[in-house]
């Protein structure tokens, strides 16, 4: 059985049966460490099946967001495309100590 929810204007955006896929991106270890936290603090009362559920619930609650305030409340549509990958601000490269594969810039894998 699938269920599917509603972004207010009761276009679907998202049901039980869809294809799972891995993505990666860059996320700094502050957020990551303060998201598994929380996750593991109140995995229970959020009835979170894994820290990817809680991380596409929160993905969706900003996409609705924006959804709400940039296009009447209806879902962006879009498809299987890669998204172009991003260059890291140099901050964050001199930070983390990167230099090498990926040139001075390093490059993000957006999906």
């Known amino acids: 059985m ?3 929810a509603s972004s207010g204007t009761g ?3 998202m049901a039980d049966d869809d294809e799972r ?15 598994r936290a929380a996750f593991e603090a109140t995995k229970h009362h959020e009835s979170d ?8 619930k929160a993905l969706v609650a900003e996409l609705e967001r924006r959804e709400a305030l940039y296009n009447d409340g209806r879902p962006y549509l879009g498809g299987p495309e890669r998204l172009t ?3 890291r601000p140099r901050s964050e490269i001199a930070s983390a100590g990167e230099q090498g ?10 999906q």
Request: aromatic share 8%; proline share 5%.
């Open 11 to 13: 276009v679907p955006v």
């Open 85 to 87: 990958p991003g260059r």
């Open 49 to 56: 099946r894994s820290w990817s559920d809680l991380m596409e």
């Open 21 to 35: 896929n891995s993505v990666s991106f860059y996320l700094r270890s502050s957020v990551r460490q303060r998201s």
């Open 2 to 4: 699938s269920t599917t």
């Open 101 to 110: 594969e990926h040139g001075e810039t390093g490059a993000a894998v957006a």
